[in-house]
């Protein structure tokens, strides 16, 4: 499997090192002396290379002159994840069925920027973490657990019955998202960019919620909503934190 990009590769190098097998630098590559100095003390080769080499290498891929091989993307069991969740009130995002590449490293890269999650994804009818995915995150996989299972239904039973609030994002019928107060811990349900989510999870859901629209007829991207989403149920849950700082200060 291989990086693209600076920011995919120095994220690797700062938060899992062991996992690069060698790093390619297109000649004249200006921050060449940053990448040395991080690779060195792991033994990580280092090649310069020529841009036409780095261009056949990458195919139409935007590589801003890096390239790294590293290891293929480690998934976290659910049930570790679950754990860490409940302990550190992470917030679970389950997947159903998701397809584009692209969408899915737009999520990753907005989870990881605003923190506190862990996604689920679907062993079957869905992308997992590959090269492009790993592309568009920019790096948020370093700071973003993900996992994988054979049935999202079964996971999702499984984080009810653990005191999780399953909450699922639709595109229209749901509670506004400006009105609802989200019970946590919270699992955020998204579906796939064309069926939203299926009956047979929809089953499982707890709430439905919908972002409100100026216009009937749009609706926002799987990301953007996604994006969204977890911005809000952040805001809820840091709120409620700082309230019961309070509480406990004047106590």
């Not at 995919?8 to 921050?31: A, C, M, Q, T, W």
């Not at 989510?197 to 707890?206: E, T």
């Amino acid at each position: 499997m291989r990086l693209f990009g600076k920011n995919s590769v120095i994220e690797r190098l700062r938060h899992d090192p062991k996992g690069i097998r060698k790093i390619y630098l297109e000649e004249g590559f200006l921050d060449k002396g940053a990448i040395y100095k991080k690779a060195k003390p792991w033994n990580i080769p280092i090649h310069i290379t020529t841009q036409s080499r780095i261009i056949k290498t990458a195919g139409n891929k935007n590589t801003q002159g890096i390239i790294a091989d590293v290891d293929d993307f480690s998934y976290t069991p659910f049930e570790d994840m679950l754990d860490i969740a409940l302990k550190k009130k992470y917030t679970l995002v389950f997947l159903d069925e998701l397809n584009d590449p692209q969408n899915l490293g737009a999520m990753i890269r907005s989870l990881a920027c605003l923190g506190h999650f862990g996604l689920v994804l679907p062993t079957h009818k869905s992308v997992g973490i590959t090269e492009t995915v790993l592309r568009i995150a920019s790096g948020g996989d370093c700071h973003l657990t993900v996992a994988k299972v054979s049935n999202i239904s079964s996971a999702i039973r499984i984080a009810k019955k653990a005191g999780v609030q399953i909450v699922g994002a639709v595109v229209k019928g749901g509670q506004s998202l400006e009105e609802v107060n989200f019970s946590f811990p919270v699992g955020l349900v998204i579906g796939s960019e064309q069926k939203g989510i299926r009956d047979v999870v929809r089953a499982h859901l707890d709430m439905e919620v919908t972002i409100p629209m100026a216009a009937d007829t749009l609706s926002f991207n799987v990301a953007h909503a996604t994006t969204i989403f977890a911005y809000e149920i952040n805001r809820q849950k840091n709120q409620n934190r700082r309230q019961r700082n309070q509480t406990s200060s004047r106590d």
